[in-house]
T-cell receptor
Framework: AQSVAQPEDQVNVAEGNPLTVKCTYS??????LFWYVQYPNRGLQFLLKYITGDNLVKGSYGFEAEFNKSQTSFHLKKPSALVSDSALYFCAGRGSSNTGKLIFGQGTTLQVKP | KAGVTQTPRYLIKTRGQQVTLSCSPISGHRSVSWYQQTPGQGLQFLFEYFSETQRNKGNFPGRFSGRQFSNSRSEMNVSTLELGDSALYLCASSPPGIRETEAFFGQGTRLTVV
């Protein structure tokens, strides 16, 4: 069965420090991987995606993610966290042949303290 | 360009009733997917529609159903509501013929079953 896992329920960082939100995947074939962010009572906002090509993907709001095939990971990173980055982050994946069905991780709450 | 629009934003229903949620995708998008988000189960895929046909289905009971109209608007229906159906229901749309693209999410409908 295909799955996406986010091993941390919550990540706490100080403003200005680098942040990492972890994600591992088990998706058949060539995986398509995504990161979304959710603010309270809102839908999901797209941050970035890995389809193919460079393992380091750059996205919105200064976020980036590194695809690591050998470790089946797709960790989200940002060099300098902002208080406004505090939100719920979801990693999602799907196989290349399955266009509509996204498999989500459990979500990680990022708390950035001033 | 208008985003994905979900109506209504909030609903309160009584156990045993049925409910219909609506989703208008981004103009030109023909794929519409539905997800249920709960604190305990996270984000779970319900179904996907493409050109008025159900293309994928998640592991939900038959009380959950959906349809898509010729203008790509979609509805989902839940019959015989249970307390456990209380959730945020998210709709996402994707453009046709571009398998690598991300899904665009609406703000969601918050359903409370009492």
């Amino acid at each position: 069965a295909q799955s996406v896992a986010q091993p941390e329920d919550q990540v706490n960082v100080a403003e200005g420090n680098p942040l990492t939100v972890k994600c591992t995947y088990s998706v058949s074939g060539n995986p398509y991987l995504f990161w979304y962010v959710q603010y309270p009572n809102r839908g999901l906002q797209f941050l970035l995606k890995y389809i193919t090509g460079d393992n380091l993907v750059k996205g919105s709001y200064g976020f980036e993610a590194e695809f690591n095939k050998s470790q089946t990971s797709f960790h989200l990173k940002k060099p300098s966290a902002l208080v406004s980055d505090s939100a719920l982050y979801f990693c999602a994946g799907r196989g290349s042949s399955n266009t509509g069905k996204l498999i989500f991780g459990q979500g990680t709450t990022l708390q950035v303290k001033p | 360009k208008a985003g994905v629009t979900q109506t209504p934003r909030y609903l309160i229903k009584t156990r045993g009733q049925q409910v219909t949620l609506s989703c208008s995708p981004i103009s030109g998008h023909r794929s519409v997917s539905w997800y249920q988000q709960t604190p305990g189960q996270g984000l779970q895929f319900l179904f996907e529609y493409f050109s008025e046909t159900q293309r994928n289905k998640g592991n939900f009971p038959g009380r959950f159903s959906g349809r898509q109209f010729s203008n790509s608007r979609s509805e989902m229906n839940v019959s015989t509501l249970e307390l456990g159906d209380s959730a945020l229901y998210l709709c996402a749309s994707s453009p046709p013929g571009i398998r690598e693209t991300e899904a665009f999410f609406g703000q969601g409908t918050r359903l409370t079953v009492v």
